[in-house]
């Protein structure tokens, strides 16, 4: 029988990709958005992407039960994957409530509503950056978490939640996805990684001064204890993101209570290399300058993705050269996002 999967954050970067692996495979797909960080288009470019429409877009808050009353009560949901969240890290440290509000407040109403109505398997989003300035790469799920701002706080808090609910209500089945560096966009172009205003993260930041619309790049450090200085991290291909959730819904029911898998390729880029990967992909010249550390970053963070692909069969199948392909194509046939 088809099954329905409610998306939470459905039209944002990594939720829209995974809404196109989700149709291209079958499911209905009911998305909860309230487009604070995403064009409602972006669920139209989905539907064409995939071919075929999500069965119904809500566009509302997380934290509002009443609206995710109406979701549950119209549709017949058997898993949700909650991507909903905030996830700017250097604007969690500056409100941290709103971080503590929307994230973790909006992972509880979501679990009440969940609860409320008999829906017990979820996929989480938590993140790699719940291992803090880790001292030993590669990570595996068993590394020790040491948050270092509010944003990987909510994440960390959000997992602590996850698990104790799992031990006192034996229905509930969970998978927290912790996603390293995700990039890249959509080959086909229609789909992508549309940041409002200046981008945090580093490749956005380059798409976007390979076609033209900022001037440079700042590398935030070049002392770090790495091979040539510079940042290293492991990027991974929305695709394969995408696709990761597709394959854990088929492992929900694997085990009882709460699992957590590392997505990552296992694989580290510097600043630097991919400064020269995007600029080999685009032909274009990504001018740089060297400046101060950013606060708060780490020198290393890549994962051992060793316990997912033992466990589903699951890898990364994208390179960097992939990632800044994709993400160049995007960029070039959408220069200003889409467009708000
Ligand atoms: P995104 O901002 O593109 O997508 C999040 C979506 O959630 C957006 O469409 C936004 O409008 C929506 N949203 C935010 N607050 C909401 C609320 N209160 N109610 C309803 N909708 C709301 O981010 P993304 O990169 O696609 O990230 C998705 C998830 O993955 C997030 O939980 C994020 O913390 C996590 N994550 C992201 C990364 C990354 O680098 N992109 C890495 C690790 C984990
Ligand atoms: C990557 C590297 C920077 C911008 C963030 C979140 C993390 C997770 C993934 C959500 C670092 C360097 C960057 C620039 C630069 N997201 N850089 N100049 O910080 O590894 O991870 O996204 O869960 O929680 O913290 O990603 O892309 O910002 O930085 O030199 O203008 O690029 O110092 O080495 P980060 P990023």
Redo the contacts with the bound molecule.
């Keep these: 029988m088809t099954q329905t999967v409610l998306v ?2 459905g ?5 829209s990709h995974t809404c196109v692996e989700l149709l291209l495979s079958g499911y209905e797909v009911v998305v ?7 064009s409602p288009e972006a669920l139209e470019r989905v539907a064409k992407t995939a071919g075929r429409p999500i069965a119904a877009a809500y566009s ?4 509002d039960r009443r609206a995710l009353d109406t979701v549950f009560a119209g549709h017949r949901v058997d898993a949700v994957i909650h ?5 700017a890290v250097g604007e969690s440290v500056r409100i941290p409530l709103a971080y503590y509000d ?1 994230n973790v407040g ?1 992972t509880t109403a979501l679990l009440a509503a969940m609860h409320a109505h008999g829906v017990h398997r979820l996929v989480f ?4 950056s719940i291992y803090g300035d880790a001292t030993t790469v590669p990570l595996t799920e068993d590394s020790p978490a040491a948050p270092t701002n509010p944003y990987a706080t909510t ?1 960390w808090t959000c997992e602590r939640i996850l698990d104790d609910l799992c031990r006192r209500l034996p229905e509930l089945r969970v998978l927290a996805l912790r ?1 390293f ?2 990039a890249g966009a959509h080959p086909e172009g229609l789909l992508g990684e549309d940041p409002r205003g200046v981008p945090n ?1 580093v490749m956005p930041f380059l798409s976007q001064i390979a076609v033209g619309r900022r001037g440079e790049l700042r590398v935030f450090g070049d002392d770090y204890p790495t091979p040539d200085g510079t940042g290293v991290r492991d990027y991974i291909h929305v695709a394969d993101v995408a696709e990761g959730h597709r394959v854990a819904l088929d492992h929900l029911d694997d085990t009882p209570g709460m699992s957590v898998f590392n997505l990552g390729t296992g694989h580290g880029s510097s600043v630097l290399e991919l400064v020269r990967a995007f600029e080999e992909v685009s032909g274009r010249p990504i001018p740089y300058r060297i400046v101060e550390r950013r606060p708060g970053d780490v020198a290393e963070l890549v994962a051992d993705p060793a316990k997912v692909t033992a466990a589903w069969g699951w890898r990364a199948r994208h390179d960097v050269a992939a990632m800044c392909r994709d993400a160049w194509n995007f960029q070039q046939l959408n220069p200003r996002g889409y467009g708000l």
């Design positions: 939470t954050g039209a944002g970067f990594i939720g909860l958005d309230d487009h604070s960080n995403s509302a808050d997380v934290r991507f909903a969240a905030k996830k929307i909006g989003s938590s993140s790699c994440k996603y560096n995700p993260n």
